[in-house]
């Protein structure tokens, strides 16, 4: 079964805002997704996860990024990781973390950058940008 994708451009003025563009994201995820979130600190990206996670049900409470730990289990399925503080490649794969990079988790990557020579050309890409206060443009590719 095809799921439709969720994308395009996307202005919001409120964190719940930002969470909704999440929302609508999340209910098109499927299993072997990866959801690449790139933006500034304080752009959104744990935010817009946070929307994301509430469409598998979860409270946004559990909701953290994981900067210090690299990555948070949230399901069996749902993975988040936060690669701010990922000095090399090699890191990522000595500890083994390359094996959620596709079925059966749906992975969700803030500063992908450095993995990037991992995935394929099939993921979802959001840019999020800054715009002042709670203001957010957010763009879904």
């Not at 817009?48 to 409270?59: H, N, V």
């Not at 500063?111 to 203001?135: F, H, M, N």
Request: hydrophobic share 40%.
């Amino acid at each position: 079964m095809l799921t439709k994708r969720f994308k395009g451009s996307f202005d919001t003025t409120a964190a719940s805002e930002t969470e909704e563009v999440g929302f609508q994201l999340g209910l098109t995820l499927k299993e072997g997704d990866i959801v690449l979130l790139e933006g500034v600190l304080g752009a959104g990206k744990t935010t817009l996860i946070k929307g994301i996670a509430k469409a598998f049900g979860l409270q946004e409470s559990i909701i953290t990024s994981p900067t210090f730990v690299l990555m948070h289990m949230y399901t069996d399925t749902l993975v988040h990781f936060d690669l701010y503080r990922l000095q090399a490649l090699k890191e990522f794969q000595k500890a083994g973390l390359h094996e959620y990079l596709g079925p059966p988790y749906i992975t969700l990557i803030e500063w992908p950058s450095l993995i990037r020579p991992l995935l394929g050309a099939s993921v979802i890409e959001v840019k999020l940008t800054y715009k002042g206060e709670d203001k957010r443009e957010i763009h879904i590719a």
